[in-house]
T-cell receptor, first 112, second 113 residues
Framework: DAKTTQPPSMDCAEGRAANLPCNHS???????VYWYRQIHSQGPQYIIHGLKNNETNEMASLIITEDRKSSTLILPHATLRDTAVYYC?????????????FGQGTRLTINP | DVKVTQSSRYLVKRTGEKVFLECVQDMDHENMFWYRQDPGLGLRLIYFSYDVKMKEKGDIPEGYSVSREKKERFSLILESASTNQTSMYLCASTVGGQDYGYTFGSGTRLTVV
């Protein structure tokens, strides 16, 4: 599985866009990039995923570089409820089940 | 809303006890997973299952076993609980294929005393 590198922590002002970077330089051609977040004392929550095109949903946008070696998760208008640990994951396939390998993630703090 | 339900939010057990952690999903998902989460170590995969009665070891299976007799239920068993198994346990499920994310339960915080 490709390893990911994320900054351990970031701050963002409420109402501003939060841009969370992720490096995954060893990603292989058929691996997707997934983003999850974990709010304190809850299970991780799926946010978005992509292969090589940029993606957008009601929660966030995902920008993947052309060489696919890095990506950025964008929360366009951050709120206090977006304070969480954000995980960037490259998904590997093992014996018919998709195995998610979590790194340490980025602790995002949204400040009022 | 799809759901993954873990039977207990908090659990306290004694060393040496046999402990069952239950997880039920209502989404007809093929794949189910058990993770544990510890400070500084992140989420680590214990076991997973891609079909009824099928199970595969994850990264840290020692001291654990699992059971999947029905598609919707995946149980994690601590045969003889030890204090180093004090942790947050998270169950997740997903349908097959690359295009679907995991759905996680809310977690069970197990303390072994």
């Amino acid at each position: 599985d490709a390893k990911t590198t994320q900054p351990p922590s970031m701050d963002c002002a409420e109402g501003r866009a939060a841009n969370l970077p992720c490096n995954h330089s060893t990603i292989s051609g058929n691996e997707y990039v997934y983003w999850y977040r974990q709010i304190h004392s809850q299970g991780p929550q799926y946010i978005i995923h992509g292969l090589k095109n940029n993606e957008t949903n009601e929660m966030a946008s995902l920008i993947i570089t052309e060489d696919r070696k890095s990506s950025t998760l964008i929360l366009p208008h951050a709120t206090l409820r977006d304070t969480a640990v954000y995980y960037c994951i490259v998904r590997g396939l093992i014996q018919g089940a998709q195995k998610l390998v979590f790194g340490q993630g980025t602790r995002l703090t949204i400040n009022p | 809303d799809v759901k993954v339900t873990q039977s207990s939010r908090y659990l306290v057990k004694r060393t040496g006890e046999k402990v069952f952690l239950e997880c039920v999903q209502d989404m007809d998902h093929e794949n189910m997973f058990w993770y544990r989460q510890d400070p500084g170590l992140g989420l680590r995969l214990i076991y997973f299952s891609y079909d009824v009665k099928m199970k595969e070891k994850g990264d840290i299976p020692e001291g654990y076993s699992v059971s999947r007799e029905k598609k919707e239920r995946f149980s994690l068993i601590l045969e003889s609980a030890s204090t180093n198994q004090t942790s947050m346990y998270l169950c997740a499920s997903t349908v097959g294929g690359q295009d679907y994310g995991y759905t996680f339960g809310s977690g069970t915080r197990l303390t072994v005393v």
